[in-house]
């Protein structure tokens, strides 16, 4: 599902220098949070007692961020990403408010593909731990693999 503001800036991310490009545009994320997580299934079912499982899943990420590009863009702003192909999805949210802030997101080539698939990229989104209530520590709170990816700067509605 898109948003109703008009995107005012797309990124297509299916390498690594691509994913390099739109990750300096958007500042890692640093400082943004998750507004939506969304998990999208391309089951179906056939009739009433049979559904086909495909394996195939896309994830949907809405940030909302404002911690990034020359001057300064409105404190609502909305960073629509998507991702195909979704495999190896790992979450780690604590629900602490302290955890919820992102420390960074990167994006590299997947160290060790299937090899009959084509090169994977893996996504790792950084948020900070109070550990003992007296220091911090980074841990990845997400972390997945995927196909290709796109990222859509949005104007809140």
Aim: proline share 6%.
């Amino acid at each position: 599902t898109r948003l109703r503001g008009a995107p005012t800036i797309h990124y297509i991310v299916a390498s690594a220098e691509q994913a390099v490009v739109a990750l300096e545009y958007f500042n890692g994320f640093h400082d943004g949070f998750i507004r939506r997580f969304s998990l999208i299934s391309h089951d179906t079912f056939e009739d009433r007692h049979t559904h086909v499982t495909t394996g195939l899943l896309d994830l949907e990420i809405l940030f909302a961020h404002s911690n990034y590009r020359t001057g300064r863009p409105p404190f609502d702003q909305l960073v629509e990403a998507r991702f195909s192909q979704v495999r190896g999805l790992y979450t780690n949210f604590t629900g602490q408010p302290t955890d919820w802030p992102i420390i960074n997101v990167n994006i590299e080539i997947e160290a060790l593909p299937k090899s009959t698939d084509p090169p994977r990229l893996r996504a790792r989104l950084i948020q900070p731990r109070l550990v003992d209530n007296s220091r911090w520590e980074h841990v990845e709170a997400l972390t997945f693999s995927f196909q290709s990816g796109e990222f859509y700067e949005v104007t809140a509605a």
